[in-house]
């Protein structure tokens, strides 16, 4: 069964532009998140979407949105990229969280220069 | 901030050794799961534990659970070289999140 896919792995982007990053959850999951991994702040919770619907989000300024489609595929934008943005963006799925915990993507490395 | 902090930071061990890592949260929890990351890639589910559960195994790995002292242990028996990565505790909370709250991290270098 295929796992998590995020596209792409790398980017390398500008201050000032933005970025939209892809996220393909296992098939049948519909809870779908997002962290924010740096060397400083460690693993930090982005957002969290069920069926569509925003359940949760992290203390991330409004820069930082996100969504999911009716595949259960999601997407994060991150507007007005600054260089403190540069990070590993992790994407995980789950089937029933409370019990079998995530399934992580390889995630995708973004540099903002 | 990080709920979960783990302890030690950093653990070298030589191969065959057990490796014990402790991680400590703050709030009330629902459950508690382990993550092994190699190299900045992906994070891979090691093991979770529910907060009226006080011990788990899966195949080398043993975990502990304290909720009276908010703390968790993770103990790998017989390491690897392969077993070389950070390993990170999380925390699913209370009020039906699926949101993880993760430590920093113990980076355990196994020596062959």
């Known amino acids: 069964k295929a796992g998590v896919t995020q596209t792409p792995r790398y980017l390398i982007k500008t201050r000032g532009q933005q970025v939209t990053l892809s996220c393909s959850p296992i098939s049948g999951h519909r809870s779908v998140s997002w962290y924010q991994q740096t060397p400083g702040q460690g693993l930090q919770f982005l957002f969290e979407y069920f069926s569509e619907t925003q359940r949760n989000k992290g203390n991330f300024p409004g820069r930082f949105s996100g969504r999911q489609f009716s595949n259960s595929r999601s997407e994060m934008n991150v507007s007005t990229l600054e260089l403190g943005d540069s990070a590993l963006y992790l994407c995980?799925?789950?089937?029933?969280?409370?019990?079998?915990?995530?399934?992580f993507g390889s995630g995708t490395r973004l540099t903002v220069v | 901030s990080q709920q979960g902090e783990e302890d030690p930071q950093a653990l070298s061990i030589q191969e065959g050794e057990n490796a014990t890592m402790n991680c400590s949260y703050k709030?009330?929890?629902?459950?508690l799961q382990w993550y092994r990351q190699n190299s900045g890639r992906g994070l891979v589910h090691l093991i979770l534990?529910?907060?009226?559960?006080r011990e788990k195994h899966s195949g080398r790995l043993r975990v502990t659970l304290d909720t009276s002292k908010k703390s968790s242990s993770l103990l790998i028996t017989a390491s690897r070289a392969a077993d070389t990565a950070s390993y990170f505790c999380?925390?699913?909370?209370?009020?039906?999140?699926?949101?993880?709250?993760f430590g920093k991290g113990t980076k355990l270098t196994v020596n062959p």
């Open positions: 995980a799925s789950s089937l029933a969280l409370g019990t079998y915990g995530y399934t």
């Open positions: 999380a925390t699913g909370l209370q009020g039906g999140s699926e949101k993880l709250v």
């Open positions: 709030t009330s929890i629902n459950n």
């Open positions: 534990i529910r907060s009226n559960e």
